[in-house]
């Protein structure tokens, strides 16, 4: 009979494609990997991966067995929650914005753990669309999404936690003629734009389409970070989400700009499966957000340090 560990392994290696990677995730060596792998395989008197030199792709025999293999063991972490009904605890694997990591979901995340210090929450950073698919296979508890553009699968759910208004960044010390007109900045600088292929990058082309002006396009990237890195440089100007929590206007390299006629924001919210294990850590982080706004549903970004805990909200 393979034992959780097992399974777990089992996991890591379908997640991340190789024996090495799989074992820093569940602080292995590659061999001891192979050897579980091999176990399990005999165990249940099939090959689960094609191996190749570079990499281990699940087989058709290993896909079937995945979802159940899936539900397994979260049935297993869900255990340590049901006994200790006063606590949180166990482990949780999130996705999650690298924007939202930077201000508004770490501090949430900081005052859940803070209040059960037996949870172990292991974060994986991307993009909303990626998130998606590996919330509803059952990859990932929950993630920290944008909007989703489109009309969700029936079995999943998602719940806005707050809101992020879109605006002009432009440099403070630029490497090409600025002027003090947001139209005209956007007119005849060069743009830094958010790739059109995202969530977020749906929102961005809105925002221009309200502005009512032609851009020209410099680079195309995918991350909010590294735009907002190029446009301290001075090598372009910007329409991003206005990141909750991160302190622009203390930037001695960065000026936000509000764009007349811009009424475009990005809404952040928690992706699920209507039914998971781990509804009381995501019930959690809801009661945070809901606090935080003011029970507005989260329609306004948090303002910082938690000002009450979601301990309640985490047992229903």
């Known amino acids: 009979m393979p034992s959780i560990r097992t399974l777990k392994t089992f996991l890591a290696v379908a997640r991340h494609g190789s024996f090495a990677a799989a074992g820093k995730n569940v602080g292995l060596t590659a061999a001891a990997v192979g050897l579980q792998i091999r176990a399990l395989e005999e165990d249940l008197r099939c090959q689960l991966f094609d191996r190749s030199a570079r990499a281990v792709v699940l087989n058709p025999s290993a896909r079937k067995l995945l979802p159940q293999i899936q539900e397994l063991v979260r049935g297993y972490e869900g255990l340590s929650e049901q006994s200790s009904p006063e606590d949180l605890g166990g482990s949780v694997v999130m996705g999650a914005l690298v924007s939202a990591l930077m201000g508004a979901f770490s501090d949430a995340l900081w005052s859940i753990k803070h209040d059960y210090p037996r949870l172990d929450v292991r974060l994986y950073a991307g993009l909303s669309a990626h998130f998606a698919t590996q919330v509803e296979a059952g990859e990932l508890d929950a993630a920290v999404v944008t909007r989703p553009p489109r009309s969700l699968p029936v079995s999943m759910v998602w719940t806005p936690l707050y809101s992020e208004p879109l605006v002009l960044i432009v440099p403070r010390q630029p490497h090409f003629l600025l002027m003090d007109d947001p139209l005209h900045i956007l007119r005849t ?39 907002v890195a190029l446009v301290r440089q001075g090598l372009g100007v910007s329409i991003v989400p206005r990141l909750a929590n991160v302190a622009w206007d203390e930037d001695s390299t960065l000026k936000v700009i509000s764009v007349p006629g811009v009424h475009v924001c990005r809404d952040v919210g928690l992706l699920e499966r209507r039914q998971h294990a781990r509804t009381r850590f995501t019930e959690a982080v809801k009661a945070y957000f809901a606090q935080e706004s003011g029970g507005t549903g989260g329609n306004e970004a948090p303002k910082g340090a938690p000002k009450s805990s979601p301990r309640n909200a985490a047992q229903r």
């Open 189 to 227: 600088a060069p743009f830094l734009r958010f790739d059109h292929g995202t969530w977020t990058g749906s929102l961005v082309d809105e925002a221009i389409k309200q502005c009512g002006v032609d851009i020209t396009v410099s680079m195309e990237l995918n991350s909010v970070e590294a735009i």
